[in-house]
């Protein structure tokens, strides 16, 4: 059965870092895109970053560009998202998520670390 | 990067069918075809059931269908039952690998 366990949040400063780790099982992770979707207390979800099988191809949205940067070690089944600069909007419970194959849908997701930026 | 629309809720009765709607733009849900719908309960991971606008993955009951037309995707759920009651995301590819969802509708079961 595919799993994906994400880990890594806690709580942060305004401007600090913080980096979030992926680990997958049951599945060929260098096969598949993977991705960073997060949700906000009290809001809905909200695309964060994607990353193609090789790390060919990388995407984020706006809100996060040039402050979040994600990557992948696929020798270690590992999707990683590096947050620098953060800001009190960036809390939210950060899920791992997996592209469904052949198609740009996401099958498989983690149950989410939960980031906490305050003073 | 803008969301996507969907209305903030919808209602029906058990055993009725609910329509959720899903407006984009050319840039969007309009030039590509593919929309995805997540059924997501609180405190869980969010559910794939529908991909591809129209697609269902293997194991989600054909009570979930999806459509589109124009910039406006749909999710019908027939037959409601109790058990669909929670909140539905719509997503869509927009190009130079991106995504964008939608704010979200809960669904109520009356």
């Known amino acids: 059965e595919a799993q994906l366990v994400e880990s890594g949040g806690g709580l942060v400063q305004p401007g600090g870092s913080l980096r979030l780790s992926c680990v997958a099982s049951?599945?060929?992770?260098?096969?598949?895109?993977m991705f960073w979707v997060r949700q906000s207390p009290g809001k809905g979800l909200e695309w964060v970053s994607g990353?193609?099988?090789?790390?060919?191809?990388?995407g984020s949205a706006d809100s996060v560009k040039g402050r979040f940067t994600i990557s992948r070690d696929n020798a270690k089944n590992t999707l990683f998202l590096q947050m620098k600069s953060l800001r009190p909007e960036d809390t939210a419970l950060y899920y791992c998520?997996?592209?469904?194959?052949?198609?740009?849908?996401?099958?498989?997701w983690g149950q989410g670390t939960m980031v906490s930026v305050s003073s | 990067q803008s969301a996507l629309t969907q209305p903030r809720s919808v209602s029906g009765s058990p055993g009725q069918s609910v329509t959720i709607s899903c407006t984009g733009t050319?840039?969007?849900?309009?030039?590509?075809?593919?929309v995805s719908w997540y059924q997501h309960h609180s405190g869980k991971a969010p559910k794939l059931i529908i991909y591809?606008?129209?697609k269902r993955p293997s194991g989600v009951p054909d009570r979930f269908s999806g459509s589109k037309s124009g910039n406006t995707a749909s999710l019908t759920i027939s037959g409601l039952q109790a058990e669909d009651e929670t909140d539905y995301y719509c997503?869509?590819?927009?190009?130079?690998?991106?995504?964008?969802f939608g704010g979200g509708t809960t669904v109520t079961v009356l």
């Open positions: 990353i193609s099988w090789n790390s060919g191809s990388v």
């Open positions: 050319g840039s969007n849900v309009g030039v590509y075809n593919h």
């Open positions: 998520a997996k592209r469904n194959s052949g198609s740009y849908g996401f099958d498989v």
């Open positions: 049951g599945f060929t992770f260098d096969d598949y895109a």
């Open positions: 997503c869509s590819y927009a190009g130079s690998y991106s995504w964008v």
């Open positions: 591809d606008d129209t």
